[in-house]
């Protein structure tokens, strides 16, 4: 019966051991730059995941995203965000419309985040108009986070 024990904690250990490899995979990375495979193009990435895979439809300067453009987020080979944005030095940066997971944003963006004034229209049909400073929105009781985490607002 402690044989029995054993064997099931030792296949249970290697269960976990052999998917570690997934796990990691799935974890996000440093925040940093990815390029455009096409056209060497590279923007900021704040959240890259393993698989990330960044397109660039506008001027590069110097290597970097410059000007207005469209920019698409995909993985694994699925569009998952899209915007068109201004960008500076390969950062989203002025007037921008973003489309991801979380809902469609209008407003203006400062490194890569929600800066000044925009409006959130959530997936869920809730609205979040106002002015958002890094990413987050705090206004009357209402809170939420669009290209930042709630912890990272403070939420």
């Given at each position: 019966?402690?044989?029995?024990?054993?064997?099931?904690?030792?296949a249970?250990l290697?269960s976990?051991?052999?998917?570690?490899?997934?796990?990691?995979?799935?974890?996000?990375?440093?925040?940093?730059w990815t390029a455009?495979?096409?056209?060497?193009c590279?923007?900021?990435?704040?959240?890259p995941?393993?698989?990330?895979?960044?397109?660039?439809?506008?001027?590069?300067?110097?290597?970097?995203?410059?000007?207005?453009?469209?920019?698409?987020?995909?993985?694994?080979?699925?569009?998952?965000?899209?915007?068109?944005?201004?960008?500076?030095?390969?950062?989203?940066?002025?007037?921008?419309?973003?489309?991801?997971?979380?809902?469609h944003?209008?407003?203006?963006?400062?490194?890569?985040?929600?800066n000044?004034?925009?409006?959130?229209?959530?997936k869920?049909?809730?609205?979040?108009?106002?002015?958002?400073?890094?990413?987050?929105?705090?206004?009357?009781?209402?809170r939420?986070?669009?290209?930042?985490?709630?912890?990272?607002?403070?939420?």
């Amino acid at each position: 019966m402690v044989w029995d024990r054993a064997f099931v904690l030792g296949a249970g250990l290697m269960s976990i051991l052999a998917s570690a490899p997934r796990i990691a995979a799935a974890q996000t990375l440093p925040p940093g730059w990815t390029a455009d495979s096409k056209t060497g193009c590279r923007v900021w990435n704040n959240y890259p995941q393993a698989d990330d895979h960044v397109q660039w439809q506008g001027r590069c300067v110097r290597g970097f995203a410059q000007g207005h453009g469209l920019l698409r987020w995909s993985s694994s080979g699925k569009v998952y965000e899209t915007d068109r944005i201004d960008m500076v030095g390969g950062k989203s940066n002025g007037q921008g419309v973003a489309d991801d997971w979380k809902g469609h944003f209008v407003g203006r963006f400062v490194d890569n985040r929600p800066n000044g004034q925009g409006t959130l229209t959530a997936k869920n049909g809730q609205r979040y108009s106002g002015l958002w400073r890094n990413g987050c929105f705090d206004h009357g009781g209402r809170r939420m986070s669009f290209f930042n985490s709630d912890a990272g607002c403070g939420f």
